[in-house]
C-alpha cells in the first residue's frame, strides 16, 4: 500500500487507529481453545468486529513463534484473511528485524513477499546496509525503531552521540539512505513530549506511535505532538483492545474500546 493510500484510508474511516494482534493463548476465551486455530478463530473474530474503526493491524511475531508451526501457520492465516476480505487494510509485521544485508533481504522476503505485509518493524543498529533492503521494494514500508515505548530506552537511545541523541541520529542519518521515502519510524506513546523535537528532524514521515492503553500513553499528547499534515500518525492499542472481556462478548467489548479511541480521533481530526 502506498502512503497516499494509508492517508485516504484514515480521512475516509476518521481514523488513524492500529489494533495490535498480540495473541496470548493465555488470555483469549476458553471457549476458541476447543477450535482446529484458536489464535486465528480469535484474530477472524476480532477482525470481523473492529476493521471498520481502524486502519493498520499490527501482529507482534513473537505471539506467533511462541507457538510453533502453528503459530505460524495462525500468523499466515491471518494475513490472508486481511489481504482477502480488506486488502484496504494496512498491515504491519511488528518483528524488528535487521541483520546483514544478506540476511535482511531474506527477511523482507518472507514478510513482504511471502506473506504479503504492508510493512515490518526493524532495528537500526546494524546500519544502513542491514536496512536498504528493506527499503528495496515499492509500495512496502520499512518502520524503523526510533525512540521506543519502554523504559530501556533511556538505556543507549538517549544518550548523546556527535552532540545529540542517538535516537535524533538515527533519524537524521537515515533520512540519507537509499528508498529512504520508505521509512515510517517508532515512537513510543510514552515518550509524547518528544514529539516535538522530532517533527523537527522528520516533519512529513508517518510515525508508529505503540504504547497508548496498557503502557498507559495519551492520545491526545501524542497528536499535540506528533501530528502533521498529513496527520502522520498510527497510534497502536493492542491489549487495551483485544483482551476488554474474555467472556462470549471479547469480539464485542474490543470493538467497543476500538470504537473509544475511534472517536476521539474523529475529533481530534475535525479541529
Ligand atoms: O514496535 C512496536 O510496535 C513497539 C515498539 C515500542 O516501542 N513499544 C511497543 O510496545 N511496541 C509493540 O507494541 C505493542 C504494544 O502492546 P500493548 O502494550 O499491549 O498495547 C506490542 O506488540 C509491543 O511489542
Partial sequence: ???KQLIDQI????????IGLDVDINKIPKHLLEEDDPIFAFNKAIID???HLCVA????TAFYEAYGIKGWQALEKTINYLNE???EIYTIADAKRGDIGNTSSMYAKAFFEDLGFDSVTVAPYMGKDSVEPFLAFQDKHTILLALTSNQGAFDFQ??????QELYKEVLSISKSWKNSENLMYVVGATKAEFLAD????????????PGVGAQGGNLQDVCKYGMNDS???LINSSRGIIYASQNLDFAEAAAKKAEDLQSQMAVILSQ
Fill in 57 to 60: 493491524y499490527k501482529p507482534n
Fill in 231 to 233: 496527520v502522520g500518525l
Fill in 49 to 51: 468486529a473492529t476493521h
Fill in 1 to 3: 500500500m502506498t502512503t
Fill in 85 to 87: 476480505n480488506h486488502p
Fill in 158 to 163: 538517549t544518550l548523546s552521540v556527535n552532540g
Fill in 198 to 209: 522530532i517533527r523537527k528532524i522528520i516533519p512529513n514521515s508517518f510515525l508508529l506511535v
Fill in 11 to 18: 480521512r475516509k474511516k476518521q481514523s488513524f487507529l492500529c
